[in-house]
């Protein structure tokens, strides 16, 4: 069993971890008509919906590592018809979310960043094939707890089209999936001018090749070492084995070219990833 599949426990933004099976509608819709339009999208505890209305239909997969955060997102967002979002599979870790995305080809993906296996980067890395996809694209909305510059980039980088934080409504959350459908860039109101930012300015840090060396999992590793953790307290933290922080060092120390951990400290403080 690889590593990815092992690892499908993690400790979340409301702090429990849970394993999953990854979960895929018995028979999901056609792709929505050509050239319909959207009203206002229904969201939590509003009346009627547009999506029926004007015939409307968009298939989402929702990616998050906690069950009752995915349950209480299609309670709110997928009765299709008041909404015109249909949920057609679920998943938990970076493995079942590749599965089920391949499986179904929805037309957008709820993406949590944190994810058991290499996180939502991962599942970015994974389906890029899908997302370029000329005649059925399937298109990614990061959904999360974080709002970290670093996370926000990254997804973005990786073909994210948006953005999005945990405390949107139902009612913005609709609206955004179909945004996303029809192509567009979709993010959190202060999380927009930040990546304007992040990517406009002539100020703004060049890709650190170093870094994009190393995987998802790695830098992690590198994150709480840094931080003085010891490799016990890793393996507690990311429920992965002593054995495999060990590996997970040992790859980071040759990939950046460093010799121990005092080193990696230091490189990890001078890119502020401490």
């Not at 209480?72 to 015109?84: F, L, S």
């Amino acid at each position: 069993m690889s590593e990815a599949q092992g690892e499908n426990r993690r400790t979340g933004s409301a702090g429990s971890a849970e394993s999953a099976e990854p979960t895929v509608a018995a028979e999901p819709t056609t792709a929505p008509a050509e050239g319909a339009q959207s009203g206002d999208p229904a969201g939590s505890g509003s009346g009627s919906g547009t999506g029926d209305a004007v015939g409307r239909r968009v298939r989402v997969v929702l990616v998050d590592d906690h069950r009752m955060f995915r349950t209480g997102v299609q309670a709110e967002i997928g009765q299709t018809e008041r909404t015109g979002v249909e949920v057609v599979g679920e998943a938990a870790d970076v493995d079942q979310a590749v599965t089920v995305i391949t499986a179904t080809r929805p037309e957008v993906v709820l993406l949590d960043v944190h994810l058991p296996g290499g996180g939502g980067v991962e599942v970015l890395r994974r389906c890029a094939p899908l997302m370029a996809d000329p005649e059925q694209p399937v298109r990614f909305l990061a959904l999360s707890v974080s709002d970290a510059a670093e996370d926000v980039i990254g997804v973005i980088r990786g073909g994210a089209r948006g953005y999005v934080t945990k405390t949107i409504t139902g009612t913005d959350l609709v609206d955004s999936v179909f945004r996303v459908q029809d192509g567009d860039a979709v993010f959190s109101p202060r999380l927009a001018g930040f990546v304007l930012d992040a990517f406009a300015s002539t100020d703004a840090p060049p890709v650190d090749e170093d870094l994009d060396r190393l995987t998802q999992r790695e830098r992690e590793v590198l994150r709480l070492i840094a931080r003085g953790y010891a490799y016990k307290e890793i393996a507690k933290q990311l429920f992965i084995s002593v054995k495999t922080v060990e590996s997970h060092v040992s790859a980071v120390l040759r990939k950046l070219q460093l010799s121990n951990r005092h080193e990696l400290t230091r490189w990890a403080t001078a890119r502020r990833l401490v």
